[in-house]
């Protein structure tokens, strides 16, 4: 038996290449390349049956460069970051793996919102510099706890379902807004508009398409509640970054927590690399081992249906 040839995109530490070396068997190899080696790329892909996607974009011109590309298999939910017109052209199966990141991202959103609200990375550069205890008093006004607040979640997964009682335990009262009411949601359904208005910190729980992209724009922002909070672990597409950096520093927004961009890697000279109410992620709240065990053996199973015939996990076309 031939050896399917998967291509891992994405850089790879020690732990994950002894992960990804663990998987493979006398049917899979797996040659990883790193995001930022284009040339490297190209030349996998030219005998890749398996794209084992994770950031960097699958665009037409990747996929073209497969000629025998028989899976594209998303590490993660979102698959923005693929050419779903061109695989599907192609007749080539595309899956993601909703559920193996819930636990990290929701891990992390509640990082970013108690980051934000304490002004986390402020007080952690202040003390790196030695200013630690010659802060400007007036920093202790911009703090606050999560206990007390209202929380809104828009939209409800996996994720604000793992993050919505830890909130609670915490004391916030949760509001959430999805397409329907859920039975076993915690918390109170709203219409997205009357989320906005009442929730004291929002966090972000759904996927960029046509009708979410900048979703939260100048009007929305103008419709929270001053001293609002937000947090985005989803997509940055869901939010106009221009209106974003104008809420924090000239209207309603005390502050934010943010692990995702409209343009990713963020550009060096983005405005909202300079704000001290921001605390920052590079798109990591997934990034841990356990998401990756859980990842690679969805994408073993995906990859050895190609083989056998049968079902694909979780296939989006």
Known sequence: MSKLKAVFHYAASAGIAARLAAAESDWLSIETCDEEDEARLFELMAEADLLWHVLKPATAEVIAAAPNLRLIQKIGVGVNTIDLDTAQAR????????????????????LLMLSALRRAATFHDAARRGDGWRLDPAIFDKVGEVSGRTVGLVGYGEVARRVAPVLQVLGARIIYTASAPKREALGEWRELADLLAEADVISLHMPVTAETENM????????????????????????????????????????????????????????????????????VAWLTPQTFDRSIEIAVQNSRCVLDGGDFVHRIV
Do not use: W
Request: glycine letters at 8%; a negative charge; aromatic letters at 4%.
């Open 216 to 283: 939260l724009d100048a009007a929305a922002f103008a419709a929270m509640k001053p001293g609002a909070v937000l947090v985005n672990t989803a997509r940055g597409g869901l939010v106009d970054q221009g209106a974003l950096y104008h809420a924090l520093t000239e209207g309603t927004l005390l502050a934010a927590g943010l692990d995702v961009f409209a343009e990713e890697p963020i550009a060096d000279d983005e405005p909202l690399l300079r704000l001290d109410n921001v605390a920052i992620m590079p798109h």
């Open 91 to 110: 007749n080539i199966p595309v899956c993601n793996m909703p559920g193996t990141n819930s636990q990290a991202v929701a891990e992390a959103t509640v």
